[in-house]
């Protein structure tokens, strides 16, 4: 590890004990079966050729016995070393640290007892390499990944796309960041090496040997997702963070099931967003608090540069309405749980219950010049709302019937694609995400929707008025202003986004990214048609 990293790391690593993270017997690389080598295509020469690995492996995560966990583990073929950082003491796989424009080649070992696939979550990459559940491989075999970075600057991540299996995947420990670089954004200057921080939020529950314990019994225990009673920032519970009275950046991912999150400082000091999904926003934009949902990365500033040495912050969850994501409140209709109760594993730690996050102790001085510059980045203006017909959206519904979640009227298939899924190449939509219609005995949830392949531009939100207060609990930290791949459409809510169908034709997906809802069928295809120029 570079000493730039473990920097980064110092304050995350006093919490955590020492690490211990041991890996499974690895398999020699000519035992495996080049299955999918199929992806591999003669022609490309990569720019950068990764090793990834996923397999059972243990975590020392709370004091005592190990914790069983699935991690992905990598190393780099070709390439400065730098492409890869562990994160120490972390089941999480490395972070990838990749450049626009870069030729990337990424061969990956399924070493799990079961089948897997891999996404790259917000990377635009042809339909053979998004990870669609298709092209999953069994234990034991490859898969080859092929693309270019076309993406701009940006904090995207990775994690298995199991058609009914996503869900404990990720929670057993699989998934990592992937940061993309660009000249533009070096050329601002914003912190990096020990100034940037990277926080992936996920909830998890132990059991009393430290293992960890997901949803069982009925399907009815996933209708609300998945939530944790332990709050973990990449791996560790309640790190603290030693820092510095200077500016810092942090990159964070909710890499929770269902969980989210509603940011903010516990001293009172605005959140600095600078980033959504999809790279910097135009101009920094100050909240009072940040709105993370299941998939969504936010980008943002901490000045500490005023902040005198012996300040402790936290990073928190405050508090908001849990209606809209509990299954038997909101959506029954009844409050505080109603005759129903939660449909869901029991939690000590709701949906809308406040929570500390992480602890920031200002340990030193330290002078920075940095200014956070007041243009972050420009944006095409055919990108904007008053240059889009709005009333020729493409209309797919949210809603719950036939005691499942449905998107576009249906669950997933597949290979199957309506009429209303098929888009033509190089051609711009508007698509409508509308969960204010009637569902069946009333149910209606938030759902976190994820476009693969593609980042998008939010156009408008417009929620019934009847069911506005939960919505308004929310609303002030919803990151909308970039560009984005995943976006929170709330009961009773319709979204409009705008997207650019370029590049790539093929079969994608997109779908809720309640990783639960997700397994339980609220996916869809969609289908590029043309031909790539
Ligand atoms: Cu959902």
């Given at each position: 590890m570079r000493r730039r990293d473990f920097l980064t790391w110092a304050g995350l690593g006093l919490a955590g004990a020492t690490v211990t993270c041991r890996r499974g017997p690895s398999r020699s690389?000519?035992?495996?079966?080049?299955?999918?080598?199929?992806?591999?295509?003669?022609s490309f020469i990569p720019d950068v050729e990764l090793a990834l690995t996923a397999a059972p492996s243990a975590a020392?995560?709370?004091?005592g016995t190990l914790t069983q966990v699935w991690t992905y583990s990598g190393s780099v073929?070709?390439?400065?070393?730098?492409?890869l950082q562990n994160l120490p003491g972390s089941y999480l796989g490395p972070i990838i640290r990749l450049q626009t424009g870069q030729k990337v080649r990424i061969r990956f070992t399924n070493q799990l007892p079961e089948p897997t696939i891999v996404h790259w979550h917000g990377l635009h990459v042809p339909e053979r390499m998004d990870?669609?559940?298709?092209?999953m491989i069994p234990q034991g075999q490859r898969y080859v990944y092929e693309f270019e970075v076309?993406?701009?600057?940006g904090t995207y991540w990775y994690h298995p796309h199991h058609h009914t299996r996503t869900g404990p995947q990720v929670y057993n420990g699989l998934a990592g960041l992937l940061v993309v670089s660009d000249g533009t954004e070096a050329?601002?200057?914003?912190?990096?090496?020990?100034e940037e921080i990277v926080c992936i939020l996920q909830d998890r529950t132990f059991d009393r040997d430290n293992q960890l314990v997901y949803i069982s019994g009925?399907?009815?225990?996933s209708m609300s997702g998945f939530l944790g009673d332990r709050i973990l920032v990449n791996g560790q519970t309640e790190p603290t963070l030693s820092l510095a009275t200077r500016p810092y950046r942090f990159r964070l991912?909710?890499?929770?099931?269902s969980r989210v999150y509603k940011l903010a400082w516990s001293d009172g000091t605005s959140i600095t967003v600078i980033g959504s999904d999809g790279g910097l926003l135009e101009q920094p934009l100050t909240r009072p608090y940040l709105t993370l949902i299941p998939g969504e990365r936010g980008d943002m500033v901490l000045d500490l540069?005023?902040?005198?040495?012996g300040t402790r912050l936290q990073l928190r969850s405050l508090e908001f309405s849990g209606a809209p994501f509990e299954m038997g409140m909101g959506g029954m209709g009844?409050?505080?749980?109603?005759?129903?109760?939660?449909?869901?594993q029991q939690t000590?730690?709701?949906?809308?219950a406040p929570f500390s996050i992480l602890t920031i102790e200002v340990q030193r001085r330290e002078s920075s010049n940095f200014k956070l510059p007041a243009t972050l980045s420009t944006f095409d203006a055919?990108?904007?709302?008053?240059?889009?017909?709005?009333?020729a959206a493409r209309r797919l519904t949210v809603q719950f019937g036939a005691m499942q979640w449905l998107l576009n009227g249906r669950t997933f298939e597949m290979n199957e694609v309506a009429t209303n899924e098929t888009v033509s190449l190089d051609s711009k939509e508007v698509w409508e995400f509308d969960n204010s219609g009637a569902s069946m005995m009333g149910m209606r949830l938030a759902h976190p929707l994820h476009l693969h392949g593609r980042q998008f531009r939010i156009l408008n939100r417009r929620v019934d008025p009847a069911l506005a207060a939960d919505w308004e609990s929310l609303r002030e930290g919803f990151n909308d202003a970039g560009w984005k791949d995943t976006v929170l459409v709330m009961p009773g809510e319709r979204v409009q986004i705008l997207v650019h169908f370029t590049r790539y034709p093929g079969l994608f997906l997109y779908h809720c990214h309640n990783l639960e809802h997700e397994d339980m069928g609220m996916m869809r295809n969609y289908r590029v048609v043309g031909r790539a120029g």
């Open positions: 690389r000519n035992a495996t079966t080049e299955l999918s080598d199929l992806g591999a295509q003669s020392q995560i709370l004091a073929v070709k390439g400065p070393p730098s492409i990870g669609h559940p298709r092209f076309v993406n701009r600057a050329a601002l200057g914003l912190p990096s090496g020990s009925s399907p009815m225990n991912l909710n890499g929770s099931n540069s005023h902040h005198p040495v009844m409050r505080g749980g109603g005759m129903m109760g939660r449909m869901g000590s730690t709701p949906n809308g055919s990108w904007q709302s008053e240059q889009v017909d709005q009333s």
